[in-house]
């Protein structure tokens, strides 16, 4: 009887606290590899992010969207922790002369000796008039942020989107990364104001299509990252969206900024460079931007599709955003989940 009364005591005290146990276990092993950020961190369509640091808050940029019966054309999000965020407003309230839609794929950085932050997005006048690249200017990481005034390049189809700025810590040289549309990713030199191309620079690919079997058709998203000597080139391969969604993130490095860009499949000998693609629960991962926490932790923030989408949306149109711890191991960058 004894036994029987101390099974129940254990039934009703210790078993709860054994399975309570465990879940918590359970749970600080994602914080561990996570830093306690459960994905989707934006559960709302917020494509092509870029993520910076400014201070004690980190902003998020993406592509125009519709949100809460209100339209952005350049979206931008807040948070101080990395797991929680807040629409802060649009950071582009008014267009740009120049263009009317489709305001995709921001990036935004500081420059110090301008004391300004400088974005750059595509975006496009009117219905098949091709996509161009402008740059805009603000005092604060939220905007709003005013255009130059001018586009940068301008063309037919969606070669021109995609920016990424970057000043080349060798060198100082202020470059342009860009592409889309089945054509290579490129890379030129810009003026020192942002504002245009360098006079008498020329545009050089770095990345081009068909090298690969698979997310190779068609290359965009790029963005560079300077760790340890090298350059690190993340892009993301083939379909973003719509209802054959089909992207990853793929990754080549190099010594110097204009390349030769070794990809991560020529090195390890696969064919294969991607770093980040369909898992269980999420799909048409990419388009991603590399950031660092105040202890120099890096993260990748990218968007994604819910394999299971119940949102009732299109189809591949509720682009989340997602964000990872990532880790350079053995001179190559692994995406932790």
Sequence with gaps: MIRYKLLQLMLLLGFPLLVWSCGRDKRTEEDKSNKGIINPVLDINFPDPTVIKVGDNYYA?????????????????????????RVAGDALPKKPDWATKDFWAPHVLFDSKLNKYVMFYSGELGPNTGKCIGVAFSNTPEGPFTDSGTPIISGTGFINIDPFAFIDPKTGKKLLYWGSDSKPIKVQELTDDWKAFLPGSVAKDVIPTGKEAKYDRLVEGAWVDYQDGKYYMYYSGDN?????????????????????????????????SVILEKDTKWMATGHNSIFRDGSGTAYIAYHALPVNQTTGKAVGTDRQMLINKIEYVNGWPKVIK
């Design 240 to 272: 973003c969206c719509g209802a054959g969604a089909s992207y990853a993130v793929l990754v080549a490095r190099a010594d110097d900024a204009f390349g030769p860009f070794q990809r991560y499949g020529e090195a390890n000998g696969t064919g294969s």
């Design 61 to 85: 940029y993406a592509t125009n969207t519709y949100y809460k019966n209100k339209n952005y054309n350049i979206p931008v999000a807040v948070s101080t922790d990395l797991k929680t965020w």
